[in-house]
């Protein structure tokens, strides 16, 4: 079992930057990746960036070069480095741990974002 913990969300006008961070807990194994997605109410939830356990990273275009993923193995934390931010980046932000040992995945319980116009 793993547990993650979200932090950072919070209000923001339009053009600046937060941090997110997600801190895993429990049995981590490796190889594994963390990430970020986020969810509109009513929506699907939508991948905005993961990184491995070796470093390697993916986005996805909505806010590809505006977000920075890391994290810090000895940790387990994962931090998502978001600027310029705009309005409709408005929404809840979801950590996910996936064990490339079992197959598993976990999710964090969300972080508010709110960008004002």
């Known amino acids: 079992q793993v547990q993650l913990v979200e932090s950072g969300g919070g209000l923001v006008q339009a053009g600046g930057s937060l941090r997110l961070s997600c801190t895993a807990s429990?049995?981590?194994?490796?190889?594994?990746?963390m990430g970020w997605y986020r969810q509109a109410p009513g929506k699907q939830r939508d991948l905005v960036a993961t990184i491995t356990s070796g470093g390697v990273t993916s986005y996805a275009d909505s806010m590809k070069g505006r977000v920075t993923i890391s994290r810090d193995n000895t940790k387990n934390t994962v931090y998502l480095q978001m600027d310029s931010l705009k309005p409709e980046d408005t929404t809840n932000y979801f950590c996910?741990?996936?064990?490339?040992?079992?197959?598993?995945?976990?999710w964090g319980q969300g972080t508010q974002v709110t960008v004002s116009s």
């Open positions: 429990g049995r981590i194994f490796k190889p594994n990746t």
């Open positions: 996910r741990f996936t064990s490339s040992y079992n197959g598993y995945v976990y």
